[in-house]
Nanobody, 115 residues
């Protein structure tokens, strides 16, 4: 089993930045891909960004150039650096981790962008 705990969410104004963190515990060895997803009210969950163990990244078009995903394998932690936030980025952000074909999810952290 792998437990994921996110942190770093909050309320920010448009144009500001925020950094989310997600740390894996329990049995985090051999985690391959980690990623961030988000779900806004009334909408389906959508991919934000993913990163492989060797650092290959993938981003949703809506966040390219504004968000950066990174990873510290030694600390079993994945980060999401979010710049130039807009109200459309408001959502619950959840991280996930893939280990031997199983997908684990964190509980999510709320990000609200509002003036």
């Amino acid at each position: 089993q792998v437990q994921l705990v996110e942190s770093g969410g909050g309320l920010v104004q448009p144009g500001e930045s925020l950094r989310l963190s997600c740390t894996a515990s329990g049995n985090p060895g051999s985690i391959s891909t980690m990623g961030w997803y988000r779900q806004a009210p009334g909408k389906q969950r959508e991919l934000v960004a993913t990163i492989t163990r060797v650092g290959n990244t993938n981003y949703a078009d809506s966040v390219k150039g504004r968000f950066t995903i990174s990873r510290d394998n030694a600390k079993n932690t994945v980060f999401l650096h979010m710049n130039s936030l807009t109200p459309e980025d408001t959502a619950v952000y959840s991280c996930n981790a893939v280990r031997y074909g199983y997908v684990y999810w964190g509980q999510g952290t709320q990000v609200t962008v509002s003036s």
